[in-house]
C-alpha cells in the first residue's frame, strides 16, 4: 500500500512567507552578457521604452551609453534623473542619486521602475554605499523595481576564471547571491564574430582622434578565444540559475513527473552485501555521461539500516554522489517520490536471478507500477553466498525471543481473563478484546509478535469461547468466515499499528533533534567568547550523543589551540590533518580510522576555523544520519566561531581608526605649533652670523649647528604636517602631462648637496610615454628614495635610476648598493613611524616612506620595496614604482592668423 503523498506544512508555510516578502519587495531584472559591446545597454533602455509606452513609471537613474549613437537616442526618449555632483580629488564627478530616485518611488508607489546601467560599479568614495548594486537593493527593498546590466566577469565566483582566461582582473564585482536573487535574467548574446566586426567598426569604443583603445582591447580582451571562453560561462551560468528555478517550482507544487531536460542519475541503496555493485556502476555511467548521480537508501519499519548499507553510503559520497536517507513504509514510493522532487530521470537499481515466492514482484516493477516516466536500469546482483557477511547486524536471541513470549503470555492472559465472561458477553466483543491485545503487542513489542498474537487470539478464541468448547472443531461453518476476518483484521491492524509507531518514533527523533540545533543555534547566537561556544557545543553532543567532545581553534599563525571545558582526548597529528586539509579524519573515515575520536574540520564562510574532536561512547561507529547531524553542528560552531572574530576585527578596526585619528590632529596640532619658532630659530641663526662684530670661528660654528639642527627639524615637521594632509585627504593633485625625464633630473638637482660625488645611473629609454603627475609631489616621491639611500648606503656607492614601459603601465627603479631593507619586513617600511634601523645615530622619525606611498596611491599607482640578491648575498635595496598610463592629449599645433587654412 503506497503512502499519501502531503505537503509539508512547514514547506508551505515558508513559502507563503517568501511570497509575501516578495510581493512587499520590487523585483530585479538582470541583462546579463558576456563582455562590453553585446548590446545590454541597448536591449534594457529598448524594453523600458516598451514598458513606458504600457503606461509604466519609467526614469534613468543612470545610464552609461560611451557615447553610441543609438544608444544615446533611446536614452533620449526616456525620463532622467540628475545626477549628483560630488567633489573628488579637486575634480566634480557625477554619481547615481540614490535619493532622487527613492523619491520617484514614494511618488510611484508599487509601480515605479528605475534604470541603473552597470551593476559592478564602484560609488565615489563618501558614497552611501560602496557599490552600485547595494544602491540596488535599497530601492528594491523600498518596493522600486530596478532594471540593470552586469558582465559575467562581474560575478565574484568567476571572478578568479575569468582573469585567468583573459589575463585581466576585474575588481568590480557583484556577490552571486544578488545575482541569483534576481526575478529575471536576460541573455543579451552576440557571436564572436560579430562582436570583433562591431569592434573593428568602432561600435564598442568610438575613435578620438588617435586614441587606439580599439585596437588595444582586441589585442588583449577581445581575442576570439576568450569571447568563446565568456560566452560559454554566461550561457552555462545562466542555465544552471534556471535549473535552480525550475527545482524550485518542482518542489513547491503537488507531484510532478520527471522532466528530462538534464540527465541524471539515482541510485537505489539496498540492505543486501551487493549493493555496493549498484553504487560504483551508477558511478561508472555518471562519469562516462558527465552528469550527476544521488545514491539513496529507504529504511523501512522493522530493517534499520545496517553498518554494511553505511559503509555502502560513504563510498557513494567518496565517489562523488549526493546521499540520502529515506524512512517509509514503501520503498517504491519513496523512491519514486524522492526522483520527482529532484528530477532525477534515471533510476538504477539491483536485480536478483531468483525469487522468494513466485507472486513476489521486484522493486524495480513496483516502481515502474507507479512511474511511468522514470527509466529503470537494473544491474545484475550475484545470488547472495552462504560466506557473506549478513547485511543486518543479527539480533540476540534472548531478545528476539522475548518478545514473542511476551505476545504469548498477553494472549493467554486475555484468555483467562475473558472466560469467565463467556456466558455474558458476546462473542463479537470477545473477538474485540483479541484485537486489542495485538493492537497492544504491537504497540509494545513490534510487528513479528503482533503476528503471533494473531494467530494465537484466533485459536484460543476458537478453543475456548466457540462450541464444542476445549476443542478446535467447529460446529457451525460460520465461525470459519469469522475466524479468518478475525485473522486478517489483526494481521492488518497490528502491521499499521507497529508501522505507525515506527513513523512516530522517527517524526520525534527528528523534531527532538531540529529542536536541539535550534537551541544550539540560539545559545550561540548570544555566545561572545569561544569558550562559550565550546562549551554550547559539549553541552549539544553529551545531551545529543552522550560523547565527549574538545573544541580546538587556529590562532593568527594557524597553530591549534585546544579551548577549555574539552573532554576527549586529542591527537594533535590526526587533528592538524584535518585542519590543513579541511577534511574529516579519525573513527568512522578512511583517514586514520584506527584513532579513537572523529575528528571534524570547522568550516565558516571564509575559511576553516579550527576542528572538532569527538569520542563516541563505547567506541560505537557513527551511522550516516548521526554524522550528518555532527557536521551540521560544527558548521554551527564554525560560523559562531568566524562572527566572533570579525566582531573582534571590527573592535580592533574602531579602536585603530579611532588612534589613526586622534594621531593625526596631534600630529596636524604639533606641527602648526612649531613651525613658526622653528622658522623664527632659522632666521635667528642666520642673522647672528651676518651680525657685526664678525664672529670668531668658533662661535661661526657654534651657529652653523643650530642653524643646520633647526633645519632639519623643520624638515622633520614638514614630514609630520604633510603626513597628516595626505591621511587626512586634504591634498589635491595638480596634475599635468608631464615626461618622466623633467622629473627625475629635477629630484637630481635638489638632492645635489646630499648626494655629493656619488655614481647616480639614470638609464630612462627613449619613447616613455608621457606621465599624468602632480610633479611637486611626486618630486616629493623621489627626492625622498634619494635621501633615504644617501642615508643608509656606504659613502661613494652607485644609485641607479631606471624605468621600463607596460601596455597598462610604466614602472620606476631605484637601486642602491647598501645593506638592502629587514628581512621579513619589507613592507613595513613603508608605514608610519617605521625604521630600517631602530636604534640608529641616523636623524629621521621614519615618515619619509610613508609619505611615497601616500603620494604614489593617490596617483593612483603603487609602491613597494624588496632586496636584490645573487648567490644569497644581499646586494641592496630595490624600490619599485608603478604608475598607471593614460591617454595624453593629441598635439594638434595652433594657427596663427598669417598661417593658412588648411
Given at each position: 500500500?503506497?503512502?499519501?503523498?502531503?505537503?509539508?506544512?512547514?514547506?508551505?508555510?515558508?513559502?507563503?512567507?517568501?511570497?509575501?516578502?516578495?510581493?512587499?519587495?520590487?523585483?530585479?531584472?538582470?541583462?546579463?552578457?558576456?563582455?562590453?559591446?553585446?548590446?545590454?545597454?541597448?536591449?534594457?533602455?529598448?524594453?523600458?521604452?516598451?514598458?513606458?509606452?504600457?503606461?509604466?513609471?519609467?526614469?534613468?537613474?543612470v545610464?552609461?551609453t560611451?557615447?553610441?549613437?543609438?544608444?544615446?537616442?533611446?536614452?533620449?526618449?526616456?525620463?532622467?534623473?540628475?545626477?549628483?555632483?560630488?567633489?573628488?580629488?579637486?575634480?566634480?564627478?557625477?554619481?547615481?542619486?540614490?535619493?532622487?530616485?527613492?523619491?520617484?518611488g514614494?511618488?510611484?508607489?508599487?509601480?515605479?521602475?528605475?534604470?541603473?546601467?552597470?551593476?559592478?560599479?564602484?560609488?565615489?568614495?563618501?558614497?552611501?554605499?560602496?557599490?552600485?548594486?547595494?544602491?540596488?537593493?535599497?530601492?528594491?527593498?523600498?518596493?522600486?523595481?530596478?532594471?540593470?546590466?552586469?558582465?559575467?566577469?562581474?560575478?565574484?565566483?568567476?571572478?578568479?576564471?575569468?582573469?585567468?582566461?583573459?589575463?585581466?582582473?576585474?575588481?568590480?564585482?557583484?556577490?552571486?547571491?544578488?545575482?541569483?536573487?534576481?526575478?529575471?535574467?536576460?541573455?543579451?548574446?552576440?557571436p564572436?564574430?560579430?562582436?570583433?566586426?562591431?569592434?573593428?567598426?568602432?561600435?564598442?569604443?568610438?575613435p578620438?582622434?588617435?586614441?587606439?583603445?580599439a585596437?588595444?582591447?582586441?589585442?588583449?580582451?577581445?581575442?576570439?578565444?576568450?569571447?568563446?571562453?565568456?560566452?560559454?560561462?554566461?550561457l552555462?551560468?545562466?542555465?544552471?540559475?534556471?535549473?535552480?528555478?525550475?527545482?524550485?517550482?518542482?518542489?513547491?507544487?503537488?507531484?510532478?513527473?520527471v522532466?528530462?531536460?538534464?540527465e541524471?542519475?539515482?541510485?537505489?541503496?539496498?540492505p543486501?552485501?551487493?549493493?555496493?555493485?549498484?553504487?560504483?556502476?551508477?558511478?561508472?555511467?555518471?562519469?562516462?555521461?558527465?552528469?550527476?548521480?544521488?545514491?539513496?537508501?529507504?529504511?523501512?519499519?522493522?530493517?534499520?539500516?545496517?553498518?554494511?548499507?553505511?559503509?555502502?553510503?560513504?563510498?557513494?559520497e567518496?565517489?562523488?554522489?549526493?546521499?540520502?536517507?529515506?524512512?517509509?513504509?514503501?520503498?517504491?514510493?519513496?523512491?519514486?517520490?524522492?526522483?520527482?522532487?529532484?528530477?532525477?530521470?534515471?533510476?538504477v537499481?539491483?536485480?536478483?536471478?531468483?525469487?522468494?515466492?513466485?507472486?513476489?514482484?521486484?522493486?524495480?516493477?513496483?516502481?515502474?507500477?507507479?512511474?511511468?516516466?522514470?527509466?529503470?536500469?537494473?544491474?545484475?546482483?550475484?545470488?547472495?553466498?552462504?560466506?557473506?557477511?549478513?547485511?543486518?547486524?543479527?539480533?540476540?536471541?534472548?531478545?528476539?525471543?522475548?518478545?514473542?513470549?511476551?505476545?504469548?503470555?498477553?494472549?493467554?492472559?486475555?484468555?483467562?481473563?475473558?472466560?469467565?465472561?463467556?456466558?455474558?458477553?458476546?462473542?463479537?466483543?470477545?473477538?474485540?478484546?483479541?484485537?486489542?491485545?495485538?493492537?497492544?503487542?504491537?504497540?509494545?513489542?513490534?510487528?513479528?509478535?503482533?503476528?503471533?498474537?494473531?494467530?494465537?487470539?484466533?485459536?484460543?478464541?476458537?478453543?475456548?469461547?466457540?462450541?464444542?468448547?476445549?476443542?478446535?472443531?467447529?460446529?457451525?461453518?460460520?465461525y470459519?468466515?469469522?475466524?479468518?476476518?478475525?485473522?486478517?483484521?489483526?494481521l492488518?491492524?497490528?502491521?499499521?499499528?507497529?508501522?505507525?509507531?515506527?513513523?512516530?518514533?522517527?517524526?520525534?527523533?527528528?523534531?527532538?533533534?531540529?529542536?536541539?540545533?535550534?537551541?544550539?543555534?540560539?545559545?550561540?547566537s548570544?555566545?561572545?567568547?569561544?569558550?562559550?561556544?565550546?562549551?554550547?557545543?559539549?553541552?549539544?553532543?553529551?545531551g545529543?550523543?552522550?560523547?565527549?567532545?574538545?573544541?580546538?581553534?587556529?590562532?593568527?599563525?594557524?597553530?591549534?589551540?585546544?579551548?577549555?571545558?574539552?573532554?576527549?582526548p586529542?591527537?594533535?597529528?590526526?587533528?592538524?590533518?584535518?585542519?590543513?586539509?579541511g577534511?574529516?579524519?579519525g573513527?568512522?573515515?578512511?583517514?586514520?580510522?584506527?584513532s579513537?575520536?572523529?575528528?571534524?574540520?570547522?568550516?565558516?564562510?571564509?575559511?576553516?576555523?579550527?576542528?572538532?574532536?569527538?569520542?563516541?561512547?563505547?567506541?560505537?561507529p557513527?551511522?550516516?544520519?548521526?554524522?550528518?547531524?555532527?557536521?551540521?553542528?560544527?558548521?554551527?560552531?564554525?560560523?559562531?566561531?568566524?562572527r566572533?572574530?570579525?566582531?573582534?576585527?571590527?573592535?580592533?578596526?574602531?579602536?585603530?581608526?579611532?588612534?589613526?585619528?586622534?594621531?593625526?590632529?596631534?600630529?596636524?596640532?604639533?606641527?602648526?605649533?612649531?613651525?613658526?619658532?622653528?622658522?623664527?630659530?632659522?632666521?635667528?641663526?642666520?642673522?647672528?652670523?651676518?651680525?657685526?662684530?664678525?664672529?670668531?670661528?668658533?662661535?661661526?660654528?657654534?651657529?652653523?649647528?643650530?642653524?643646520?639642527?633647526?633645519?632639519?627639524?623643520?624638515?622633520?615637521?614638514?614630514?609630520?604636517?604633510?603626513?597628516?594632509?595626505?591621511?587626512?585627504?586634504?591634498?589635491?593633485?595638480?596634475?599635468?602631462?608631464?615626461?618622466?625625464?623633467?622629473?627625475?633630473?629635477?629630484?637630481?638637482?635638489?638632492?645635489?648637496?646630499?648626494?655629493?660625488?656619488r655614481?647616480?645611473?639614470?638609464?630612462?629609454?627613449?619613447?616613455?610615454?608621457?606621465?599624468?603627475?602632480?610633479?611637486?609631489?611626486?618630486?616629493?616621491?623621489l627626492?625622498?628614495?634619494?635621501?633615504?639611500?644617501?642615508?643608509?648606503t656606504?659613502?661613494?656607492?652607485?644609485?641607479?635610476?631606471?624605468a621600463?614601459?607596460?601596455?597598462?603601465?610604466?614602472?620606476?627603479?631605484?637601486?642602491?648598493?647598501?645593506?638592502?631593507?629587514?628581512?621579513?619586513?619589507?613592507?613595513?617600511?613603508?608605514?608610519?613611524?617605521?625604521?630600517?634601523?631602530?636604534?640608529?645615530?641616523?636623524?629621521?622619525?621614519?615618515?619619509?616612506?610613508?609619505?611615497?606611498?601616500?603620494?604614489?596611491?593617490?596617483?593612483?599607482?603603487?609602491?613597494?620595496?624588496?632586496?636584490?640578491?645573487?648567490?644569497?648575498?644581499?646586494?641592496?635595496?630595490?624600490?619599485?614604482i608603478?604608475?598607471?598610463?593614460?591617454?595624453?592629449?593629441?598635439?594638434?599645433?595652433?594657427?596663427?592668423?598669417?598661417?593658412?587654412?588648411?
Amino acid at each position: 500500500m503506497s503512502e499519501p503523498s502531503r505537503p509539508d506544512p512547514d514547506a508551505l508555510l515558508e513559502r507563503v512567507q517568501q511570497e509575501e516578502a516578495r510581493a512587499r519587495r520590487g523585483s530585479l531584472k538582470i541583462f546579463f552578457g558576456a563582455s562590453a559591446g553585446v548590446g545590454k545597454t541597448y536591449a534594457m533602455l529598448s524594453a523600458a521604452r516598451a514598458a513606458l509606452a504600457q503606461g509604466t513609471p519609467v526614469t534613468i537613474g543612470v545610464v552609461e551609453t560611451h557615447g553610441r549613437p543609438d544608444t544615446e537616442a533611446l536614452a533620449r526618449g526616456l525620463p532622467r534623473l540628475p545626477l549628483r555632483s560630488v567633489a573628488y580629488r579637486g575634480h566634480q564627478l557625477h554619481e547615481f542619486d540614490l535619493d532622487a530616485a527613492l523619491a520617484f518611488g514614494a511618488q510611484h508607489p508599487g509601480q515605479a521602475l528605475v534604470l541603473l546601467d552597470e551593476l559592478a560599479h564602484s560609488n565615489v568614495a563618501g558614497a552611501r554605499h560602496l557599490k552600485r548594486w547595494q544602491d540596488a537593493e535599497e530601492l528594491l527593498v523600498a518596493g522600486i523595481d530596478v532594471w540593470s546590466t552586469m558582465n559575467v566577469q562581474h560575478l565574484e565566483s568567476l571572478n578568479d576564471i575569468v582573469s585567468g582566461i583573459t589575463g585581466i582582473r576585474v575588481w568590480e564585482t557583484v556577490p552571486d547571491r544578488f545575482f541569483d536573487g534576481a526575478d529575471e535574467v536576460v541573455v543579451v548574446d552576440l557571436p564572436p564574430d560579430e562582436l570583433l566586426e562591431r569592434l573593428k567598426a568602432g561600435k564598442v569604443y568610438l575613435p578620438h582622434g588617435d586614441d587606439q583603445r580599439a585596437e588595444r582591447a582586441a589585442a588583449n580582451f577581445f581575442r576570439k578565444g576568450n569571447l568563446l571562453a565568456l560566452r560559454e560561462l554566461a550561457l552555462r551560468r545562466t542555465a544552471d540559475r534556471v535549473d535552480d528555478e525550475m527545482r524550485a517550482y518542482r518542489r513547491g507544487g503537488a507531484d510532478k513527473p520527471v522532466w528530462p531536460n538534464r540527465e541524471a542519475l539515482l541510485a537505489g541503496v539496498g540492505p543486501g552485501a551487493h549493493a555496493e555493485k549498484v553504487v560504483r556502476s551508477t558511478a561508472r555511467m555518471a562519469a562516462q555521461l558527465d552528469v550527476s548521480w544521488q545514491a539513496v537508501h529507504v529504511e523501512t519499519p522493522g530493517h534499520p539500516m545496517a553498518e554494511a548499507t553505511q559503509r555502502t553510503l560513504r563510498l557513494a559520497e567518496s565517489l562523488g554522489a549526493t546521499t540520502a536517507t529515506l524512512s517509509s513504509t514503501d520503498a517504491a514510493t519513496a523512491l519514486v517520490r524522492h526522483a520527482r522532487e529532484h528530477n532525477l530521470a534515471r533510476l538504477v537499481l539491483g536485480r536478483r536471478r531468483k525469487r522468494r515466492w513466485p507472486w513476489q514482484r521486484s522493486l524495480a516493477e513496483h516502481v515502474a507500477e507507479r512511474a511511468d516516466d522514470l527509466d529503470v536500469m537494473q544491474i545484475a546482483l550475484p545470488a547472495a553466498r552462504a560466506d557473506a557477511p549478513p547485511s543486518v547486524r543479527p539480533e540476540p536471541a534472548e531478545g528476539r525471543w522475548r518478545g514473542y513470549l511476551g505476545a504469548a503470555a498477553t494472549c493467554l492472559l486475555m484468555a483467562l481473563l475473558a472466560l469467565p465472561l463467556r456466558d455474558v458477553l458476546e462473542r463479537s466483543n470477545i473477538v474485540m478484546l483479541f484485537l486489542l491485545v495485538v493492537v497492544g503487542v504491537a504497540l509494545a513489542l513490534g510487528r513479528g509478535p503482533a503476528v503471533l498474537a494473531a494467530f494465537l487470539g484466533v485459536g484460543l478464541f476458537d478453543f475456548l469461547f466457540v462450541p464444542p468448547f476445549h476443542n478446535f472443531a467447529v460446529s457451525d461453518v460460520e465461525y470459519l468466515v469469522t475466524f479468518g476476518v478475525m485473522l486478517v483484521v489483526a494481521l492488518v491492524v497490528g502491521q499499521l499499528t507497529a508501522g505507525l509507531k515506527q513513523q512516530a518514533e522517527a517524526a520525534t527523533l527528528r523534531e527532538h533533534r531540529v529542536r536541539s540545533l535550534y537551541e544550539m543555534s540560539r545559545d550561540l547566537s548570544a555566545a561572545l567568547l569561544p569558550t562559550q561556544v565550546a562549551e554550547i557545543g559539549a553541552r549539544f553532543l553529551t545531551g545529543e550523543f552522550g560523547a565527549r567532545s574538545t573544541l580546538l581553534v587556529a590562532d593568527e599563525h594557524d597553530r591549534l589551540q585546544a579551548l577549555e571545558g574539552g573532554s576527549a582526548p586529542v591527537d594533535s597529528a590526526v587533528a592538524q590533518w584535518a585542519f590543513e586539509r579541511g577534511e574529516e579524519a579519525g573513527r568512522g573515515t578512511d583517514t586514520l580510522p584506527a584513532s579513537a575520536c572523529l575528528v571534524l574540520p570547522l568550516k565558516a564562510p571564509m575559511r576553516v576555523r579550527g576542528v572538532l574532536v569527538i569520542e563516541p561512547p563505547g567506541g560505537r561507529p557513527w551511522g550516516i544520519e548521526q554524522r550528518r547531524l555532527l557536521q551540521t553542528g560544527a558548521s554551527l560552531l564554525a560560523i559562531s566561531l568566524e562572527r566572533i572574530h570579525y566582531i573582534e576585527v571590527a573592535q580592533s578596526s574602531t579602536v585603530q581608526i579611532e588612534s589613526e585619528r586622534l594621531r593625526n590632529s596631534l600630529l596636524s596640532a604639533i606641527s602648526h605649533d612649531l613651525r613658526t619658532p622653528l622658522a623664527s630659530l632659522v632666521g635667528l641663526a642666520e642673522a647672528l652670523e651676518l651680525t657685526p662684530p664678525a664672529l670668531s670661528p668658533a662661535q661661526r660654528e657654534v651657529a652653523g649647528a643650530m642653524r643646520q639642527s633647526a633645519q632639519r627639524m623643520n624638515a622633520l615637521v614638514n614630514n609630520l604636517l604633510d603626513m597628516a594632509r595626505l591621511q587626512a585627504g586634504a591634498v589635491q593633485l595638480n596634475r599635468a602631462w608631464q615626461p618622466l625625464e623633467e622629473v627625475v633630473g629635477s629630484a637630481l638637482a635638489a638632492c645635489g648637496p646630499l648626494l655629493g660625488k656619488r655614481d647616480i645611473r639614470v638609464d630612462l629609454p627613449d619613447g616613455l610615454p608621457l606621465l599624468h603627475l602632480d610633479t611637486v609631489l611626486f618630486e616629493r616621491v623621489l627626492v625622498n628614495l634619494l635621501e633615504n639611500a644617501a642615508k643608509y648606503t656606504p659613502p661613494g656607492s652607485a644609485i641607479e635610476i631606471s624605468a621600463r614601459e607596460r601596455s597598462d603601465s610604466v614602472v620606476i627603479l631605484l637601486d642602491d648598493h647598501g645593506p638592502g631593507l629587514p628581512k621579513g619586513h619589507e613592507a613595513r617600511v613603508f608605514e608610519k613611524f617605521e625604521r630600517g634601523q631602530r636604534e640608529s645615530a641616523l636623524p629621521g622619525v621614519g615618515l619619509g616612506l610613508a609619505i611615497c606611498r601616500a603620494i604614489v596611491q593617490a596617483h593612483g599607482g603603487t609602491i613597494e620595496g624588496h632586496n636584490r640578491e645573487a648567490g644569497g648575498t644581499v646586494e641592496g635595496a630595490r624600490f619599485v614604482i608603478t604608475l598607471p598610463r593614460g591617454t595624453p592629449p593629441a598635439d594638434l599645433g595652433t594657427h596663427t592668423e598669417d598661417a593658412p587654412p588648411p
